[in-house]
C-alpha cells in the first residue's frame, strides 16, 4: 500500500525557486515561469514507478527525484499548466488515490533571528544552496511536515515580497527552507507562507514526533 504524503501544484516557479532547484537537481532542469508538480510517498522506492508513469503520460521532464527507504518525492515540470496537472493526475490514478487523501503541511517551527550576527549569517551560507544571509538581514526558518510541501512554501514566500531563498530542503521526515531579507519583507512572506499552507486540504498527520 501505497502512502500519500505531499501533493503539491505550482502554477509558475519564481525566478530564485526555479534557479534553486536547477541548481540541486540531478534530472532535466526548470526555468521561471514553468509550472511544477511535487508528489511525495511511502515507502519511497515506488516513485521509481510513479516516475516512470508520469513521464510517459504527458510532456513533463522530472527535475527531483529523491529515493530513500521509508520516503520517495518527485519533482516534475513543464511549460504547460495542463501537461503538470495531467502527469500528477496519472500518478494519483495509479496509486488510486485523490487529491484530498495527501496530508495537510503541520507546521512545526516557524522562527525569527532578527539582525543577523556575522559569524553566524557565515555558518549557515557555508551549508546553503541558495542566496546568501548577510549580517543585519532577518532569517526566517520554517520545519514542516511532510517535507514536499517545502518547494511549496519557497515558491509562495518568493511570490509575496523581496526575500532571499537561503536554503530549502524538501525531502526526509521534515522539510525546512531558510529565507532571508529585510525584516518588513520577510515578515510579510512568514504570514503569507504560512496562511497558504493552512489553506492546502488533506488528512491530518498522525502519530508522534520522534
Do not use: W
Request: glycine content about 8%; some cysteine.
Amino acid at each position: 500500500m501505497i502512502e500519500l504524503r505531499t501533493y503539491s501544484y505550482v502554477d509558475s516557479l519564481q525566478l530564485q525557486m526555479a534557479s534553486f532547484i536547477a541548481g540541486v537537481s540531478r534530472g532535466y532542469f526548470p526555468v521561471a515561469d514553468q509550472a511544477c508538480c511535487v508528489v511525495e510517498i511511502s515507502p519511497g522506492i515506488e516513485i521509481n514507478r510513479l516516475t516512470d508513469i508520469a513521464v510517459k503520460a504527458t510532456d513533463v521532464k522530472p527535475g527531483l527525484q529523491i529515493v530513500e527507504r521509508l520516503f520517495g518525492m518527485l519533482e516534475v515540470h513543464s511549460h504547460n499548466q495542463a501537461d503538470t496537472r495531467q502527469a500528477g493526475a496519472a500518478i494519483l490514478k495509479a496509486i488510486d488515490v485523490s487529491e484530498e487523501d495527501r496530508m495537510k503541511p503541520r507546521i512545526l517551527t516557524s522562527q525569527l533571528i532578527r539582525h543577523m550576527d556575522s559569524h553566524h549569517a557565515q555558518l549557515i551560507n557555508r551549508v546553503r544552496h541558495g542566496n546568501m544571509v548577510l549580517r543585519g538581514n532577518t532569517l526566517y526558518i520554517l520545519e514542516i511536515e511532510p517535507a514536499g510541501y517545502a518547494y511549496y512554501a519557497a515558491n509562495e514566500a518568493e511570490k509575496a515580497s523581496h526575500i532571499n531563498i537561503i536554503e530549502v530542503v524538501g525531502f526526509g521526515r521534515f522539510g525546512r527552507i531558510y529565507i532571508a531579507g529585510d525584516e518588513s519583507e520577510v515578515l510579510v512572506s512568514k504570514d503569507i507562507v504560512e496562511k497558504r499552507l493552512s489553506e492546502l486540504s488533506g488528512r491530518e498527520p498522525g502519530g508522534q514526533i520522534e
